[in-house]
Structures are given as C-alpha cells and as structure tokens.
C-alpha cells in the first residue's frame, strides 16, 4: 500500500513528462526509474527488526498478532544468531516468515572500514542508511572483550581536547544504529562488555540511548549483564537522573577536573550543568540497583594534575561508592598538553586508595589507529 502510495504519482509524473514532448526520457528511461524507485520504496517502507524490542516486534503485523514464542524466535535470529535473511530463521513458521519479509528486514549491517592497532585493538567505520559515518571500537583482553559504541554522529558539546567534539554534530543515532555496533562485528558473539563511549553524548540521545540499553542487558535481546554496560557522560543533569530512574546500567561522569572554572575550560556543559549536583545525584541514586558509579580522569600535565586538585579529589569522594579510574591524556593536533607521566598517575591513585576511595589506572588502547579516548572521528570529514 504504501509503495502504491509513493510510486503511483511517479509513474503519473512520468507519463505526463513525455506527454508533454520531453521525448529524451524515452520509455527504458522511465522503465529503470520506476524499478529504482520502487526498490528504494521497498526499503523504505520495512521496518528493521534490529533495534525493536519485544514489544515492538510482536505488534509488528498489528496489535499482539505475533505470539510471545514467535516473537522471542524473532528477536533471538536477530540478537542472538545474527542471521540477516528471515526466511532462515528458526521456529518460525513459513507463513509468519513471508507475512514479515513484507513488512521486515533483519537490519544487520557490516562496517565499511576498518583499522587493526599493533596491541590487537580494531576500530571499525560505520555509515548508516542516512548516510551518518561513526566509528565503533573493538578492545580484546585475555579476560573480557569490550566494544565502544557510538551514539551520535559527530557531538554537540564542544570540548576542545576531542576531535569528535572538533568534527562537530552530524545527527543522532538510532537505538538500532547503536545495537548493530555489537551484532555485526566479527567476533560478536565474545563480547562481554559494552561501554557508551565512542562518538557523542549518550545523555544528549537519551530515548535511543536507553532504548538500545534495553535491548542489550535483556534476556530476549542480547542477555549481557547490566553491569557490563556502562554509559559515559559530560552530564546533562536531567538526562543523567531519568538515566538512573530508567536504567539499571553502570554511569561513569568525564570530571577531568573537580574545580568548576577551571572545568568549563575544558567541558562547556559545565556551565549549565555543574559537576557538583551531578556527583550528589550520583551519590543519592539507590544502592538497590547495584550498579557501578564512576568518574573518569583524564590527566593532563602540568593543568589537572596538582597537590590541590588531589585533595579536592578526596574531598568529592571520601564516603561515596564511587570509583575513580584515571587516564593517560592524548593530546590531539595542535594541542600543546601532553599526558601526566606514568608515575604521577600512580601516585594519584595511591593516595585516593589511602583515603579510602576506589581508584585504578586505566591503560590506552589503539592509539596508533586514533581509536583511544578523545581520537574517534579523526578520519572523518
Ligand atoms: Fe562530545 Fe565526549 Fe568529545 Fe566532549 S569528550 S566533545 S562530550 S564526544
């Protein structure tokens, strides 16, 4: 019906066309036209099952018609086995299989490039139907495999030492963009751990952000555990309490520095959503839900690396249960900053742990293939 409703009116401005003696759009022209279009229309018109949730698929051929067995069917051929052909999945029936290739497509799409860094780290190229370019980071250890997903094209918030802040905002990915990031990579089926760092500001793409974490941490979906999924945030202060209202994954704040003006220097969302009140949210969010609170520390030689932003540092965090995780600094083009050494860092982290607070050093990965922190999108245009 809806391709009638698109191609109909193409075919009628065609006939006009050459009614009207534009005769060099001669009929095999018009022909080729039609077929395209009502290829383009037939795509158009389907809905991908990558990215839906149970709900969503078993509504699929109108209110509840897909029964609860047929659905999870569905939505394990996709999540589960990967299979990008309907008509192959199993434990549905033919019928059901043909009524939903009429109206559905697997939605599972390979990566248009990819990079391997010398220390096993693989950063893959995206380009989405829109035509959104993003980049995905496939991190393999001996005991856990991460992927770093994306979840805008570009970003909006502006800090000045990330080159994906510097490539500038592109548009929103859908939950089912962000999904794909973890099935279609080789090796998904490894995956333990799937953290919301790549490209973008989870909080500013919350809907599709909270919708994809659904579909990953459920049992229906891709079954991994809640607290293997964390998502990263600037913070967005409202974003970050309905993220902690509606989701049972781990938050990790980008503090980078506990003094507020010298933060807004380096996180302009800073100015309108002060780190302070998102800490305190942070502390108050209900032990209940077990998950793991976070901040991330990027240090900077010489800028945030101090005596005095040490023990502010104990101050915030003396008490809570949030851990701290400090990084190395990738100082990006033109950039004059360069990383706090390997011993300052350590000694940052035995001090925190002295005082009682969680702390850990975290290593880079794939830095010569511009996959670390603050590097994605370095390729893009
Ligand atoms: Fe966006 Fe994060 Fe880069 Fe800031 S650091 S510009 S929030 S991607």
Redesign the pocket.
């Known amino acids: 019906m809806q391709i009638a409703v698109i191609t109909i009116p193409f075919i009628y401005f065609l006939f006009f066309v050459r009614r009207s003696g534009f005769e060099y759009i001669n009929l095999n022209t018009n022909i080729l036209i039609i077929g395209l279009i009502l290829q383009i229309s037939f795509f158009m018109t389907r809905t991908s099952l990558c990215g839906l949730t149970i709900e969503e698929i078993s509504d699929l051929a109108g209110h509840g018609r897909i029964n609860i067995a047929h659905s999870i069917s569905i939505s394990n051929s996709v999540y589960k086995k990967k299979i990008n052909d309907i008509s192959q999945f199993p434990r549905i029936p033919k019928m059901l299989k043909e009524q939903l290739t009429e109206i559905a497509f697997a939605g599972i799409f390979d990566p248009v490039a990819s990079e391997k860094s010398s220390d096993g780290t693989v950063k893959y190229l995206f380009r989405n139907e829109d035509g959104l370019e993003y980049e995905t980071v496939y991190l393999p250890e001996k005991k856990r495999i991460t992927v770093c997903v994306s979840t805008?094209s570009?970003?909006?918030?502006?800090?000045p030492?990330?080159?994906?802040?510097?490539y500038g905002f592109h548009g929103n990915l859908e939950a089912r963009d962000m999904v794909n990031q973890v099935i279609s990579l080789p090796g998904a089926e490894r995956i333990t751990h799937v953290v919301f760092?790549?490209?973008?500001?989870p909080i500013?793409n919350l809907d599709n952000v909270l919708k994809a974490c659904r579909i990953i941490t459920s049992e229906w979906g891709l079954a991994v555990s809640p607290r293997n999924v964390t998502v990263?945030?600037?913070g967005i202060t409202d974003g970050v309490k309905r993220f902690l209202d509606e989701s049972n994954c781990n938050l990790t704040l980008?503090l980078h520095s506990p003094f507020a003006e010298e933060r807004k220097k380096i996180?302009p969302?800073e100015n309108r959503n002060p780190s302070r009140a998102i800490i305190e949210i942070m502390k108050n969010s209900p032990v209940l839900k077990k998950r793991r609170m976070s901040i991330a520390y990027v240090m900077i030689s010489g800028v945030n690396d101090s005596e005095s932003h040490l023990e502010e540092l104990k101050s915030i965090l003396t008490g809570t249960r949030i851990r701290i995780n400090l990084l190395p600094y990738h100082p990006v083009p033109g950039d004059v900053n360069i990383s706090s050494p390997a011993e300052k860092m350590q000694y940052y982290k035995h001090e925190l742990i002295m005082s009682g607070i969680s702390a850990s050093v975290r290593k880079s990965r794939g830095v010569d293939i511009s996959a670390a922190?603050?590097l994605?999108a370095s390729g893009l245009k």
């Open positions: 805008q570009g970003c909006r918030m502006g800090c030492f990330c080159l994906t802040g510097r760092m790549g490209m973008g500001e500013d990263s945030t600037v980008s996180i969302a922190c603050g994605l």
